[in-house]
């Protein structure tokens, strides 16, 4: 489809989110002491599209920590995911699909819970326009404005904003609810884009400070990287708390758990993590992964090694989450920057 781009003052982008939230439940960014997170709004007003990434990552809404999957003995669990609008979500954000989708959606067995929640979101996600220390999303060959994954993307510029449309679902809210809006001319278009120039080079010359070269020198023969030093050296410094991986946009690994009732159980499925050192526990009580820095090392090996295999990509956004919520202080970059 060819994707329409018009101009719309900050009272038109809004009109616009009114109409598209009609019948959704709302999730979007709202600043709170310097740091953007996610949450429910009481008032359309109170969102912020934020100038980066929010604290929390989008799985939190769709692929949430705790899900209820119903009990036994018992009918089925009935999948009634409302819909919802998700609004101001960044690139890295966007970039959970090219995972989640993948695990959840595209093999032999579908998860009907997180296939409702995607078939049940609208998306309005918007460029980055300032960045984080700890972003670098350039290193893995991304770009601090979405490309795809939305149904409409918001693009500040002077004087009001940029709305593209991506789907069929942001073409028909375009129509509906930006009646009277004019496609964007070719000013508006050029700032937008030299925008997006400056957020490149900005993010980008991180990447170049934090010693990182490309993703491809990490993830080149990794297997014979396991030996490597850093893995010790890091776990030294690591808790084992899970933070990176719940936190990561991108980490999907689960739990199902059972709690008993009066007569049967109900089944939660709850976040994992693969740092835990009981997750690679099998029946007996054997644990091929017992030491820290094999969990460690496997994190790295499956974001930058399986899914480069799976995929051609690896398993990381480049948002830094990982890095700012470690209680031990280890940068994904400098072990990136050892390995490669």
């Not at 959970?96 to 998860?111: E, K, P, R, S």
């Not at 496609?183 to 993010?203: G, P, S």
């Not at 396991?226 to 708390?241: D, I």
């Not at 936190?247 to 499925?269: A, M, Q, S, V």
Request: charged share 30%.
């Amino acid at each position: 489809m060819t994707q329409k781009v018009v101009f719309a003052s900050d009272k038109a982008l809004l009109h616009i989110i009114r109409g598209v939230a009609k019948g959704r439940e709302v999730w979007g960014l709202k600043k709170d002491n310097d740091e953007l997170h996610v949450v429910r709004p009481e008032n359309l007003e109170d969102l912020d599209l934020g100038s980066y990434r929010a604290v929390e990552p989008i799985k939190s809404v769709l692929f949430p920590a705790r899900e209820d999957l119903g009990s036994w003995p018992g009918p089925e669990k009935e999948i009634d995911v409302p819909g919802r609008l998700l609004v101001g979500f960044k690139a890295c954000d966007l970039g959970t699909f090219d995972f989640l989708d993948h695990v959840f959606l595209a093999g032999d067995f579908v998860d009907p819970f997180y296939k409702a929640a995607r078939e049940n979101a609208f998306i309005i996600s918007s460029d980055c326009t300032a960045a984080k220390e700890v972003c670098f999303c350039t290193y893995l060959s991304r770009k601090p404005h979405p490309e795809k994954g939305y149904d409409l993307n918001v693009s500040p510029i002077d004087g009001g904003n940029l709305i593209e449309a991506g789907s069929e679902a942001g073409e028909q809210a375009l129509a509906e609810f930006g009646a009277g809006l004019s496609e964007a001319d070719k000013e508006r278009l050029a700032a937008r884009d030299a925008h997006r120039a400056e957020m490149v080079e900005l993010v980008q010359g991180q990447v170049k400070e934090a010693g990182l070269s490309t993703w491809e020198d990490a993830s080149q023969d990794f297997d014979k990287k396991f030996s490597h030093p850093v893995w010790h050296e890091q776990a030294e410094k690591c808790v084992e708390c899970g933070a990176c991986n719940f936190i990561c946009p991108t980490c999907h690994c689960f739990l199902l758990c059972e709690l008993e009732e009066k007569e049967g159980f109900k089944r939660f499925k709850n976040w994992d993590a693969c740092l835990y050192p009981a997750f690679a526990s099998v029946a007996g009580g054997a644990n091929p992964r017992k030491r820290r820095s094999e969990r460690l090392r496997n994190r790295f090996d499956k974001k930058f090694s399986f899914f480069v295999q799976e995929l051609g990509v690896p398993a990381c956004t480049g948002c830094g989450r990982c890095t700012e919520a470690c209680a031990g202080e280890i940068d994904i970059k400098e072990v990136l920057r050892k390995v490669s």
